[in-house]
């Protein structure tokens, strides 16, 4: 049986203000909040690396939204749920892609 890959769309709240960050990556993020930050934190995109440095958010601000089956619906998904968040008055960190997966044989 073939294995199928999940999208896992997740969100990083600030600490300081009602910032959040949302983005996917191709495995459950259970058991990997830590991964996850680490992600954040060497990210090349300057504005993302700034607000990780300034929120320092932690495991317990790493959260799971939900999943899909495939990338396109997933960055559609990213995309939906940064704008319900925006319009609910959360802050909206538009960071780039950070990584498709945690291990880094498959992020390089």
């Known amino acids: 049986m ?5 999208y896992c ?4 709240c600030g600490t300081c203000d009602s910032s959040l960050f949302v983005d996917y990556v191709t495995e459950s993020i259970q058991n990997h909040e830590m991964d ?3 992600m954040i934190e060497h990210s090349p995109d300057q504005n993302l690396h700034a607000w990780q440095r300034y929120q320092h958010p932690g495991i317990s601000d790493v959260f799971e ?3 899909m089956p495939t990338q ?3 960055q559609e998904a990213v995309l939906f749920w940064r704008a ?3 319009s609910i008055g959360e802050i909206i960190i538009n960071g780039a892609h950070v990584c498709d997966s945690f291990t880094k ?3 390089e």
């Not at 073939?2 to 999940?6: D, M, S």
């Not at 769309?9 to 990083?12: A, N």
């Open 9 to 12: 769309i997740y969100g990083v």
């Open 65 to 67: 939204i939900e999943n």
């Open 72 to 74: 396109e619906a997933a």
């Open 105 to 107: 044989e498959k992020r």
């Open 2 to 6: 073939a294995q199928t890959t999940c």
């Open 84 to 86: 319900y968040f925006s």
């Open 36 to 38: 996850v930050l680490q």
